[in-house]
């Protein structure tokens, strides 16, 4: 399934599918047609929201809308034990500052 604000991207998604890849994959396809037959809707760096159903039938959504933090410090990253963008938003858990 692929939803998407113009028939062609969601085609592009659905061809993708299709052809075995998966629903990051079709994401991104969406994506790069949305930039050519919407590109005053879409852009690099735009908002992402997804409901992803795992293999084993856990449903997981990610909000990734708004923009990012403009005084962000890595060094306060670095300080707290982050080496990598944690793949999860569980980072609560691993932070002293909260």
Known sequence: MAAT???LATQ?????LKAG???VDAAIA???TLCVVEPHMT?????????LAEPDGRI???????????????????DNGFSAIPETGRMRSR???W
């Not at 997981?60 to 708004?66: A, H, R, T, V």
Request: overall charge positive; glycine content about 16%.
């Open 5 to 7: 604000s113009h028939p």
């Open 12 to 16: 592009s998604a659905l061809s993708v």
């Open 30 to 32: 969406a994506a790069a």
């Open 60 to 78: 997981q959504g990610l909000n990734g809308s708004g923009r990012a933090a403009s005084r962000v410090d890595p060094a306060w990253y670095r």
């Open 21 to 23: 890849g998966n629903a």
């Open 95 to 97: 932070c002293r500052a």
């Open 43 to 51: 852009g690099i760096g735009g908002d992402c929201f997804v409901i």
